[in-house]
């Protein structure tokens, strides 16, 4: 790998006069009498090139702190921050090869269009930035990318603090903006208390339970409605905030609906069966934007769709009681799928979206909406169910043991009227079916309905 010179120079970022303070391992800096802003991480700062680069690692300047100028020059300029890794690509204006960028400031040339495209979705050319010939230096070239496979998109914008980025930093802890919740592509998934983060292990049993376990099912098994084969489990997409926006047609349920825009790519995943569901994620603003039975206007001008909805992860804010959403419990969908990313760390931090084939017309909160029948014998949407502690799962390994201790703590919610016991997760040809497949032998009458709160309708 070639090493390129560093060239150290700083943007003047321009916003209103912040107050003193100590900074920090972590923070990001200015002082007091000039405009620049500095990463600081192990007594070293570090500067940004130009506004790209900053707000590829932040939405504003919000957490900038003032110190002075003496505790400023206290600190070794050690060089200049580099690319977020997989939010842009990036190329220099006297050079035509388009560079994707992975951590530590390595560039990896994309070799081909149709690459770019499978990597960054087919507007790739319009997530292409500049970089001034002089910046370029920041960075080391790394081996070609031949093939998709050779890049790992996910994994990459699973660096969400710059400290990720600069060999041998010490990364805060926790970080920013996660505190241990579960994330995507950067975002918190809701904050702390949701419902979707609670550890539900040591709650009380539901006093239907037992109706509700044998209406899903006793002798029935898991089905990890997901897999090595792409045409199940529900795609997800992450755009950023440039991505054109767009106002959605609904055709169902618009009285229910967020009315957007919704920032919907002309190439955007879609789930594969009848549900059609679209999921889209806007990164630097941590939105999530979710279609039900979303399909492309004729004349590839918009979308229908027959529900939607639009969820800020900062927030627990619900849906209005009695509204659907692009699921029908009013739940968002995204947070509830299981991720290869985070099964390969080896902790799932948030309950798993479930289906049952018959339901009562009842939810109980945070699911607002229920799709049921007048029978109390039937779980509610919402309902949390888990895995009970004495099961044994000592003989599961690999993904399937990570999937097993999240049931045991955060369990299912029961999101929609579907096949009994199936559960989803997100595509990724990197599952692995031999263990996923351990799961098939987990019976319904392993599990026990917790209580959660009131049952409204």
């Known amino acids: 790998m070639k090493r390129l010179l560093p060239c150290f120079l700083a943007l003047a970022l321009l916003?209103?006069?912040?107050?003193?303070?100590?900074?920090?391992?972590?923070?990001?800096?200015?002082?007091?009498?000039?405009?620049?802003?500095?990463?600081?991480?192990?007594?070293?700062?570090?500067?940004?090139?130009?506004e790209k680069v900053f707000f590829s690692w932040y939405a504003n300047f919000n957490g900038v702190i003032t110190v002075s100028a003496t505790e400023?020059?206290?600190?070794?300029?050690?060089?200049?921050?580099?690319?977020?890794?997989?939010?842009?690509?990036?190329?220099?204006?006297?050079?035509?090869?388009?560079?994707?960028?992975?951590?530590?400031?390595?560039?990896?040339?994309?070799?081909?269009?149709?690459?770019?495209?499978?990597?960054?979705?087919?507007?790739?050319?319009?997530?292409?930035?500049?970089?001034?010939?002089?910046?370029?230096?920041?960075?080391?070239?790394?081996?070609?990318?031949?093939?998709?496979?050779?890049?790992?998109?996910?994994?990459?914008?699973?660096?969400?603090?710059?400290?990720?980025?600069?060999?041998?930093?010490?990364?805060?802890?926790?970080?920013p903006p996660t505190n241990g919740i579960a994330n995507i592509s950067g975002c918190q998934v809701f904050p702390a208390d949701n419902a979707w983060s609670r550890d539900i292990s040591q709650l009380p049993v539901h006093p239907k339970s037992a109706d509700y376990i044998n209406t899903i099912g006793t002798a029935r098994t898991l089905h990890p409605d997901f897999g090595e084969n792409q045409d199940y489990g529900i795609p997800f997409n992450v755009v950023p905030v440039t991505q054109p926006k767009g106002e959605i047609t609904f055709t169902a349920y618009g009285d229910e609906s967020d009315p957007g825009p919704y920032p919907i790519p002309t190439d955007a995943k879609i789930e594969g069966g009848s549900d059609r569901h679209v999921l889209v994620l806007e990164n630097e603003t941590c939105t999530l934007y979710e279609l039900f039975n979303a399909r492309k206007n004729p004349n590839n001008s918009g979308w229908y769709a027959d529900s939607g909805a639009i969820w800020h992860l900062d927030s627990n804010d619900l849906r209005p009681y009695g509204w659907t959403s692009a699921d029908a419990a009013g739940l968002p969908i995204l947070p509830g799928l299981v991720r290869y990313d985070e099964v390969a760390a080896g902790e799932i931090k948030h309950a798993i979206r479930f289906t049952a084939s018959r339901t009562q017309n009842g939810y109980i909160l945070p699911a607002t909406h229920h799709a049921g029948t007048n029978n109390t014998s039937y779980p509610p949407m919402g309902l949390r169910v888990r895995l009970k502690a004495d099961y044994d799962i000592s003989g599961l390994s690999g993904q399937a043991l990570v999937i097993a201790k999240a049931l045991k703590k955060y369990g299912f919610m029961l999101a929609d009227n579907g096949s009994n016991w199936y559960f989803q997760g997100a595509t990724d040809p990197r599952w692995n079916d031999d263990e996923l497949n351990q799961l098939k032998d987990i019976p319904g009458s392993a599990f026990e309905a917790v209580d959660t709160g009131t049952i409204m309708q």
Not at 20 to 47: F, M, Q
Not at 105 to 126: F, I, P, R
Request: charged share 15%; glycine share 8%.
């Open 15 to 50: 916003f209103p006069g912040l107050p003193l303070h100590a900074a920090p391992n972590g923070s990001l800096i200015k002082s007091a009498s000039d405009s620049a802003v500095y990463y600081l991480v192990d007594g070293k700062r570090y500067a940004f090139p130009n």
């Open 72 to 175: 400023l020059a206290g600190y070794t300029l050690a060089g200049n921050a580099t690319y977020r890794p997989g939010k842009w690509l990036v190329k220099i204006q006297t050079d035509p090869k388009v560079y994707a960028v992975s951590r530590y400031g390595v560039l990896h040339w994309v070799t081909s269009e149709q690459l770019a495209s499978a990597l960054y979705g087919t507007n790739w050319n319009a997530k292409v930035h500049d970089v001034p010939d002089a910046f370029f230096t920041n960075y080391e070239l790394g081996t070609a990318i031949s093939s998709s496979s050779d890049y790992d998109l996910y994994y990459e914008l699973a660096a969400t603090v710059i400290a990720q980025n600069i060999r041998g930093a010490t990364v805060p802890s926790p970080i």
